[in-house]
């Protein structure tokens, strides 16, 4: 890839705000409630007013001048109201005034000097890895830009789209343009290849992702209703978090949806899937154990996260029927209840035909598979709902969380035109995941690092466009002969094609010799995967060859002290009786009144006698007896200890 400048212009944008989102945080880890952890920013930027008195929208401005924290009206009213009842401010005709009771403005300026070279640390290693791929971000200021257009992209737009109520305003990021394609992939791949193999990189992500959650997710609702928990709400998951949980996704994303799912229940909510969902689930399985039966199916599969996982899994049709078959259990024991799907009540579905309208894609029919499906979840909040309508989703009685920030986009737009109030029936899980870990974050305190990497994995995938060119491409090299089917497969599985596939601009056509340069650099990593597995096959074969000899040594020695220890044992005691039988008469033992001494007179007779009869029928001597047994009993011993085992 040719070097290319950013597009990033230095100062472009303010990253004033990645360090006050960190003290956010270390006010929230210090135990300040969720008023009080906002209130030392307002008290600097009214330390900073040169007037005697004030207004609302004085404090607000300085506040965004000073920490670029924008503050909704209503919120900031809250938290000057708590500051009035201690006696710091008062107010009189609509304005206010300091205090008796002022306090001393928190001195911001060296906590805020720690948090920024601590994120200068980070910008320098986002600087660096963008040189590393081909990417130049001119400065570290540019390289905070554009993580704070990273978190922004994923963050604040989807809480706007999905958590906002109507009336905030106060909020919108205006001509804010939110970073490219290209941009979003480096600091992805950034994540998933570097910070998540240093601790200290992670730690200063971690607590900017959870600084903005703080942020944005308390200034868009009722700060004071920020940790009450949900007290009548069902949770109705989609299709893609489902998969998510079930592990079929990546480890990332499983981990996150499993923590969600955990946290939700945790924080009062019902979790369940519709019935219907479970079977939209069944369908797409259906679907990857008909393709995984042949080569040209498996090269067919778009690469998803599902897709992903299938091949790098190895799974085969059997696998996946064995999943669908255990679908209903491993949801059960996820804690996510299987709900019947109720039957439509007219009186609050509004227009059915007009949501399938809004929703589908423009190659979609009304009766696509998936269109049914969404208007049907739907519906059945709406039928839960009853007509009920809540400004928060703390007590909405349901609502269908989905990953499909398009669809939430769609569905709200289409429910403000039918004239209802309160929450939308659709919201993203990301932005639920966000409002459930205000009210108990320290039981998730990894889930929002796990969706930062879900989101970044997610962000590498190969653009479709892209995807479909190099599977096309792919078909005609396997037609032409050029490439096996096996070949196919193992290309379409490859970690590496995913990873450069994705480094390709969507809105940048890829010719035939860029995929051809493609796939020869994914076939030589395999051949060189291939030989080191092969070389790693014949170590191991080697490895267990030598554990086998060694064995069966031991195993020789220990057959040859056991014949050794039995031999002599025997030896000694005829050798013992043989020289008692000759030192001792026998008629003594025989004439003994005691049965012990009778019974030692048989045994030393009997054995003096047939020791001299084999002596002279067939010769030798008590030793060579001794050393004869020896090797039988070696042999014996080694045949029943080796059992089957090949000796070399």
Not at 7 to 26: C, D, H, I, N, P
Not at 409 to 426: D, F, I, K, L, M
């Amino acid at each position: 890839m040719a070097d290319t400048t950013s597009s990033l212009k230095t100062g472009r944008k303010s990253v004033k705000g990645l360090a006050t989102v960190a003290m956010l945080k270390a006010n929230f880890d210090s135990g300040k409630d969720h008023i009080e952890m906002f209130l030392p920013f307002v008290l600097d930027a009214i330390q900073s007013h040169s007037t005697r008195d004030f207004s609302l929208e004085d404090v607000k401005s300085r506040v965004e001048a000073r920490h670029s924290l924008l503050i909704p009206s209503p919120s900031l009213s809250t938290i000057l109201a708590r500051a009035v009842k201690r006696g710091a401010l008062r107010r009189e005709g609509g304005r206010y005034f300091r205090g008796a009771s002022f306090p001393s403005a928190p001195d911001l300026t060296a906590q805020r000097a720690a948090i920024e070279a601590e994120q200068r640390r980070l910008a320098s290693a986002l600087v660096e890895f963008g040189h590393e791929n081909g990417f130049s971000l001119a400065s570290e200021e540019d390289a905070l830009a554009l993580l704070l257009d990273f978190l922004l992209h994923y963050h604040v737009s989807l809480i706007l789209d999905s958590a906002a109520p109507p009336s905030a305003p106060d909020l919108a990021i205006g001509s804010w343009v939110g970073p490219s394609s290209r941009e979003l992939r480096l600091v992805a791949r950034f994540v998933t290849a570097h910070a998540t193999r240093d601790p200290v990189v992670l730690g200063v992500l971690q607590r900017m992702l959870e600084g903005f959650v703080l942020q944005n997710v308390l200034l868009l609702r009722d700060i004071n209703e920020a940790t009450r928990r949900f007290t009548n709400l069902s949770v109705n998951f989609d299709t893609g978090f489902l998969l998510d949980a079930l592990g079929l996704e990546g480890e990332a994303a499983g981990l996150a949806a499993r923590e969600t799912v955990a946290l939700l229940r945790e924080t009062g909510a019902e979790v369940c899937v519709f019935d219907k969902t479970v079977m939209e689930i069944k369908r797409i399985l259906w679907v990857y154990e008909e393709k995984l039966r042949s080569a040209q199916g498996i090269a067919s599969l778009y690469p998803t996260a599902l897709t992903r996982y299938v091949l790098t899994h190895k799974l085969k049709p059997s696998d996946i029927s064995e999943i669908v078959s255990l679908l209903e259990t491993n949801l059960r024991a996820l804690g996510v209840a299987i709900r019947k799907t109720p039957n439509r009540d007219p009186r609050y579905t509004l227009d059915e035909k007009g949501l399938a309208q809004v929703i589908k894609r423009p190659t979609d029919t009304d009766s696509h598979p998936r269109v049914i499906h969404d208007v049907d979840c739907i519906a059945a909040v709406l039928t839960l709902r009853g007509g009920h309508t809540s400004i928060s989703y703390d007590d909405a009685r349901a609502v269908f969380a989905t990953t499909t920030g398009l669809l939430v986009t769609h569905v709200r737009e289409w429910y403000q035109a039918s004239g209802e109030a309160g929450v939308c029936p659709v919201i993203h899980q990301l932005a639920l995941s966000n409002i459930a870990w205000l009210k108990r974050p320290a039981s998730a305190s990894t889930l929002k690092l796990y969706e930062l990497v879900a989101l970044c994995t997610a962000a590498l995938a190969p653009p479709k466009k892209v995807w479909d060119q190099f599977s096309g491409h792919l078909r005609t090299l396997q037609e032409s002969g050029r490439l096996s089917s096996e070949e196919v497969i193992a290309i379409v599985a490859s970690q590496l094609t995913d990873d450069l596939l994705s480094r390709f601009d969507e809105n940048v056509d890829t010719d035939a010799d860029t995929i051809e340069e493609v796939i020869e650099r994914v076939r030589d990593q395999y051949k060189v995967d291939a030989q080191r597995s092969i070389q790693d096959a014949e170590a191991r074969a080697k490895h267990r060859e030598e554990e086998l000899r060694e064995l069966i040594l031991r195993l020789r020695r220990r057959s040859r002290r056991l014949a050794l220890w039995v031999s002599w044992s025997i030896f000694l005691v005829l050798a013992g009786l043989a020289v008692t039988g000759s030192s001792v008469p026998v008629v003594e033992f025989l004439q003994s009144r005691s049965v012990v001494g009778q019974v030692l007179g048989y045994l030393i007779s009997g054995s003096v006698w047939l020791l001299g009869i084999v002596g002279l029928l067939w010769g030798g001597y008590l030793f060579q007896w001794q050393r004869s047994l020896e090797d039988r009993l070696e042999r014996y011993f080694r045949a029943s200890l080796l059992g089957d085992v090949k000796e070399r």
